[in-house]
Protein backbone atom coordinates (compact mmCIF):
# COMPACT_ATOMS: atom_id res chain seq x y z
CA UNK A 1 0.00 0.00 0.00
CA UNK A 2 1.48 3.40 -1.12
CA UNK A 3 2.06 5.60 2.28
CA UNK A 4 -0.74 8.79 2.12
CA UNK A 5 1.66 10.91 3.99
CA UNK A 6 -0.65 13.85 4.10
CA UNK A 7 -3.77 11.81 5.80
CA UNK A 8 -0.74 10.96 8.69
CA UNK A 9 0.12 14.25 9.11
CA UNK A 10 -3.46 15.56 9.00
CA UNK A 11 -4.53 13.08 11.67
CA UNK A 12 -1.41 13.82 13.94
CA UNK A 13 -2.17 17.67 13.75
CA UNK A 14 -5.29 16.92 14.55
CA UNK A 15 -4.88 14.90 17.38
CA UNK A 16 -2.73 17.52 18.88
CA UNK A 17 -4.79 20.42 18.45
CA UNK A 18 -7.96 18.61 19.77
CA UNK A 19 -6.14 18.83 23.34
CA UNK A 20 -9.58 19.98 24.70
CA UNK A 21 -10.61 16.11 23.84
CA UNK A 22 -7.59 13.94 24.82
CA UNK A 23 -6.77 16.26 27.97
CA UNK A 24 -10.52 16.08 29.17
CA UNK A 25 -10.40 12.32 27.66
CA UNK A 26 -7.35 11.77 30.03
CA UNK A 27 -8.39 12.90 33.13
CA UNK A 28 -11.27 11.06 32.62
CA UNK A 29 -10.27 7.57 31.96
CA UNK A 30 -7.40 8.39 35.86
CA UNK A 31 -11.20 9.13 37.46
CA UNK A 32 -12.84 6.29 35.86
CA UNK A 33 -10.51 3.71 37.05
CA UNK A 34 -10.47 4.51 40.40
CA UNK A 35 -14.25 5.12 40.45
CA UNK A 36 -15.96 4.27 43.97
CA UNK A 37 -12.17 3.99 45.64
CA UNK A 38 -11.71 6.02 48.86
CA UNK A 39 -7.71 6.87 47.80
CA UNK A 40 -8.92 7.02 43.68
CA UNK A 41 -5.35 7.49 41.76
CA UNK A 42 -3.13 7.65 45.18
CA UNK A 43 -3.16 3.97 45.52
CA UNK A 44 -0.58 3.72 42.59
CA UNK A 45 1.21 6.13 44.52
CA UNK A 46 0.77 4.35 48.00
CA UNK A 47 1.61 0.86 46.53
CA UNK A 48 4.97 2.58 44.40
CA UNK A 49 5.88 5.06 47.67
CA UNK A 50 5.81 1.51 50.08
CA UNK A 51 8.03 -0.28 47.15
CA UNK A 52 10.49 2.22 47.25
CA UNK A 53 10.29 2.45 50.87
CA UNK A 54 11.00 -1.02 51.29
CA UNK A 55 13.84 -0.90 48.53
CA UNK A 56 15.46 1.95 49.35
CA UNK A 57 15.36 0.74 53.01
CA UNK A 58 17.19 -2.75 51.93
CA UNK A 59 18.97 -2.07 49.09
CA UNK A 60 20.63 1.14 50.64
CA UNK A 61 23.11 -1.05 53.21
CA UNK A 62 23.56 -4.30 50.39
CA UNK A 63 25.09 -1.71 48.00
CA UNK A 64 26.55 0.13 51.07
CA UNK A 65 24.85 3.55 50.21
CA UNK A 66 24.13 6.19 53.06
CA UNK A 67 20.15 6.15 52.92
CA UNK A 68 19.76 10.07 52.91
CA UNK A 69 21.81 9.46 49.54
CA UNK A 70 20.35 6.36 47.90
CA UNK A 71 16.25 6.84 49.19
CA UNK A 72 16.12 9.94 46.91
CA UNK A 73 17.54 8.78 44.29
CA UNK A 74 15.74 5.54 43.81
CA UNK A 75 12.26 7.34 44.64
CA UNK A 76 13.15 9.79 41.47
CA UNK A 77 14.34 6.84 39.28
CA UNK A 78 11.40 4.70 40.20
CA UNK A 79 8.68 7.23 39.04
CA UNK A 80 10.39 8.34 36.22
CA UNK A 81 10.74 4.56 35.04
CA UNK A 82 7.27 4.44 36.11
CA UNK A 83 6.21 6.72 33.57
CA UNK A 84 8.29 5.47 30.76
CA UNK A 85 7.66 2.13 31.04
CA UNK A 86 3.61 2.82 31.72
CA UNK A 87 3.34 4.51 28.69
CA UNK A 88 5.39 1.43 26.55
CA UNK A 89 3.31 -1.17 27.75
CA UNK A 90 -0.18 0.45 27.56
CA UNK A 91 0.72 1.98 23.86
CA UNK A 92 0.91 -1.97 22.76
CA UNK A 93 -3.06 -1.88 23.63
CA UNK A 94 -4.14 1.90 22.59
CA UNK A 95 -6.15 0.63 19.61
CA UNK A 96 -7.07 -2.92 20.56
CA UNK A 97 -8.88 -1.29 23.97
CA UNK A 98 -10.56 1.47 21.21
CA UNK A 99 -11.80 -1.38 18.99
CA UNK A 100 -15.75 -0.57 19.45
CA UNK A 101 -14.68 3.25 18.97
CA UNK A 102 -12.71 2.56 15.87
CA UNK A 103 -14.95 0.19 14.27
CA UNK A 104 -17.95 2.46 14.69
CA UNK A 105 -16.66 6.22 14.11
CA UNK A 106 -14.03 7.48 11.52
CA UNK A 107 -12.47 10.02 13.86
CA UNK A 108 -9.01 10.99 14.82
CA UNK A 109 -6.67 7.94 15.73
CA UNK A 110 -4.08 10.06 17.31
CA UNK A 111 -6.25 11.31 19.87
CA UNK A 112 -6.08 8.06 21.55
CA UNK A 113 -2.41 8.37 21.90
CA UNK A 114 -2.27 11.84 23.31
CA UNK A 115 -4.83 10.79 25.61
CA UNK A 116 -3.14 8.26 26.80
CA UNK A 117 0.58 9.97 27.56
CA UNK A 118 -1.35 12.62 28.99
CA UNK A 119 -2.97 10.53 31.66
CA UNK A 120 -0.19 8.82 32.50
CA UNK A 121 1.89 12.50 33.33
CA UNK A 122 -1.19 12.77 35.23
CA UNK A 123 -0.40 9.80 37.05
CA UNK A 124 3.24 10.85 37.32
CA UNK A 125 2.28 14.24 39.19
CA UNK A 126 0.60 12.15 41.91
CA UNK A 127 3.44 10.04 41.90
CA UNK A 128 5.43 12.89 42.53
CA UNK A 129 3.75 13.03 46.25
CA UNK A 130 6.36 10.60 47.39
CA UNK A 131 8.94 12.65 46.30
CA UNK A 132 7.87 15.47 48.19
CA UNK A 133 7.80 13.55 51.10
CA UNK A 134 11.18 11.97 50.85
CA UNK A 135 12.59 15.51 50.32
CA UNK A 136 10.56 17.03 53.22
CA UNK A 137 12.31 14.37 55.04
CA UNK A 138 16.28 13.85 53.62
CA UNK A 139 18.11 16.83 52.84
CA UNK A 140 17.64 16.74 48.89
CA UNK A 141 18.33 19.94 46.94
CA UNK A 142 15.42 22.22 45.39
CA UNK A 143 16.79 24.80 42.58
CA UNK A 144 17.02 25.95 39.57
CA UNK A 145 17.82 22.81 38.26
CA UNK A 146 14.54 21.49 39.36
CA UNK A 147 12.81 22.98 36.70
CA UNK A 148 14.46 20.86 34.38
CA UNK A 149 11.92 18.17 35.08
CA UNK A 150 9.48 20.20 32.83
CA UNK A 151 11.13 19.91 29.59
CA UNK A 152 12.55 16.19 30.24
CA UNK A 153 8.39 15.67 30.67
CA UNK A 154 8.12 17.15 27.18
CA UNK A 155 10.88 15.03 25.60
CA UNK A 156 9.26 11.79 27.56
CA UNK A 157 5.41 12.82 26.20
CA UNK A 158 7.02 13.96 22.51
CA UNK A 159 8.46 10.40 22.50
CA UNK A 160 5.75 8.86 24.36
CA UNK A 161 3.59 9.26 21.21
CA UNK A 162 5.23 7.52 18.51
CA UNK A 163 5.91 4.52 20.66
CA UNK A 164 2.43 4.54 21.62
CA UNK A 165 1.37 4.78 17.90
CA UNK A 166 3.92 2.05 16.47
CA UNK A 167 3.88 -0.45 19.17
CA UNK A 168 -0.31 -0.01 19.00
CA UNK A 169 -0.35 -0.59 15.39
CA UNK A 170 2.46 -3.76 15.70
CA UNK A 171 0.31 -5.19 18.29
CA UNK A 172 -2.96 -4.85 16.37
CA UNK A 173 -1.31 -7.22 13.87
CA UNK A 174 0.23 -9.08 15.91
CA UNK A 175 -1.73 -9.69 19.31
CA UNK A 176 1.48 -11.39 20.61
CA UNK A 177 3.50 -8.06 20.86
CA UNK A 178 2.20 -6.45 23.70
CA UNK A 179 3.61 -9.91 25.93
CA UNK A 180 6.58 -9.98 24.54
CA UNK A 181 7.10 -5.92 25.14
CA UNK A 182 5.65 -6.58 28.74
CA UNK A 183 8.55 -9.18 29.40
CA UNK A 184 11.17 -7.24 27.34
CA UNK A 185 10.27 -4.13 29.84
CA UNK A 186 10.55 -5.64 33.16
CA UNK A 187 13.70 -7.15 32.04
CA UNK A 188 14.87 -3.36 31.01
CA UNK A 189 13.63 -2.64 34.44
CA UNK A 190 16.66 -4.52 35.77
CA UNK A 191 19.53 -3.97 32.97
CA UNK A 192 19.07 -0.11 33.25
CA UNK A 193 19.71 2.03 35.96
CA UNK A 194 17.09 2.36 38.19
CA UNK A 195 17.62 1.25 41.48
CA UNK A 196 21.21 1.15 41.02
CA UNK A 197 24.48 3.29 40.12
CA UNK A 198 25.36 3.08 36.96
CA UNK A 199 29.34 3.78 38.61
CA UNK A 200 28.85 0.55 40.09
CA UNK A 201 29.91 -1.19 36.93
CA UNK A 202 33.01 0.51 37.47
CA UNK A 203 34.71 0.84 33.99
CA UNK A 204 32.33 -0.65 31.93
CA UNK A 205 29.59 2.33 33.35
CA UNK A 206 30.04 4.14 30.04
CA UNK A 207 28.06 1.20 28.30
CA UNK A 208 25.01 2.98 29.96
CA UNK A 209 25.38 5.27 27.12
CA UNK A 210 23.82 3.36 25.20
CA UNK A 211 20.60 2.65 27.38
CA UNK A 212 18.44 5.11 25.44
CA UNK A 213 15.85 4.18 28.14
CA UNK A 214 18.68 5.38 30.52
CA UNK A 215 18.71 8.95 28.84
CA UNK A 216 14.81 9.20 29.31
CA UNK A 217 14.59 8.39 32.32
CA UNK A 218 18.07 11.15 33.61
CA UNK A 219 16.03 14.27 31.76
CA UNK A 220 13.53 13.90 34.89
CA UNK A 221 16.10 12.14 37.44
CA UNK A 222 18.72 14.49 37.51
CA UNK A 223 15.97 17.62 38.15
CA UNK A 224 14.42 15.84 40.60
CA UNK A 225 17.82 15.16 42.63
CA UNK A 226 18.70 19.29 42.05
CA UNK A 227 21.14 18.63 39.47
CA UNK A 228 21.14 19.15 35.59
CA UNK A 229 21.26 16.43 33.08
CA UNK A 230 23.76 15.49 30.57
CA UNK A 231 23.87 17.40 27.32
CA UNK A 232 24.52 13.47 26.19
CA UNK A 233 21.14 12.39 27.18
CA UNK A 234 19.11 15.12 25.92
CA UNK A 235 20.87 14.48 22.52
CA UNK A 236 20.45 10.81 22.79
CA UNK A 237 16.62 11.56 23.60
CA UNK A 238 16.33 13.81 20.21
CA UNK A 239 17.76 11.80 18.06
CA UNK A 240 15.66 8.94 19.32
CA UNK A 241 12.63 11.61 18.38
CA UNK A 242 13.14 11.74 15.09
CA UNK A 243 14.42 8.69 14.56
CA UNK A 244 11.34 7.69 15.76
CA UNK A 245 8.65 9.78 14.64
CA UNK A 246 10.31 9.26 11.16
CA UNK A 247 9.68 5.46 11.24
CA UNK A 248 6.50 5.65 12.80
CA UNK A 249 5.20 8.33 10.48
CA UNK A 250 6.38 6.00 7.57
CA UNK A 251 4.14 3.18 8.74
CA UNK A 252 1.44 5.34 10.17
CA UNK A 253 0.94 6.77 6.63
CA UNK A 254 1.22 3.28 5.19
CA UNK A 255 -0.82 1.29 7.39
CA UNK A 256 -3.59 3.63 9.33
CA UNK A 257 -6.57 2.57 7.37
CA UNK A 258 -5.59 -0.90 7.76
CA UNK A 259 -6.16 -0.82 11.87
CA UNK A 260 -9.64 -1.08 11.57
CA UNK A 261 -9.34 -4.25 9.49
CA UNK A 262 -6.78 -5.83 11.61
CA UNK A 263 -8.76 -5.58 14.71
Known amino acids: MKP ?3 LAVTDLVRGLLAWRVWGRLGWQEVKRRYRRTVLGPFWVTLSLGMFIGG ?6 PLFGSDVAEYLPFVTAGMISWTLIATIINEGCV ?6 SLIKQLNFTLSILNWTLVWRNIIVFFHNLMIAV ?3 LLLPVPVNANTLL ?3 GLA ?3 INGVWMSMLLGMISTRFRDVPQLVGNVVQVLMFVTPVFWYSRQLGARAELMDYNVLYHLIEVVREPLLGRAPRLLSYEVDIAMAVVGWALTLYLYAR ?5 AYWL
Open 94 to 99: TYTIAE
Open 255 to 259: FRRRI
Open 55 to 60: LGLIWA
Open 4 to 6: DYK
Open 149 to 151: MFP
Open 133 to 135: VVY
Open 155 to 157: IIA
